[in-house]
């Protein structure tokens, strides 16, 4: 059983940045597929970055070129930078592998 934990949450102001991390305990890291969600009250959870074991990442359209998602195998950690923040962007962030979450970490962009 995959074990993950988030943090680096926060309030931040529009445009500014903010790098969440994701470790991972429980199982082999540097083979594990890694993704970001967000969700806001109400809403189902948003996909938002994903890295292959492999390193190959992918981002949907809303925070491609904003969002960049990377992996440090000997830290057993995610991570997620976010750059040029919207007050759309607030939400609660996980980490996900398959069916393991984390407990999210809350971002707040807002002036």
């Known amino acids: 059983q995959v074990q993950i934990v988030e943090s680096g949450g926060g309030l931040v102001q529009p445009g500014g940045s903010l790098r969440l991390s994701c470790t991972v305990s429980g199982s082999d890291f540097s083979l594990l597929n890694m993704a970001w969600y967000r969700q806001t009250p109400g809403t189902q959870r948003e996909w938002v970055a994903a890295i292959s074991s492999g390193g190959t990442t992918s981002y949907p359209d809303s925070v491609k070129g904003r969002f960049t998602i990377s992996r440090d195998n000997a830290n057993n950690t995610v991570y997620l930078q976010m750059n040029s923040l919207k007050p759309e962007d607030t939400a609660v962030y996980y980490c996900?592998?398959?069916?393991?979450w984390g407990q999210g970490t809350q971002v707040t962009v807002s002036s």
């Open positions: 996900r592998n398959r069916g393991s």
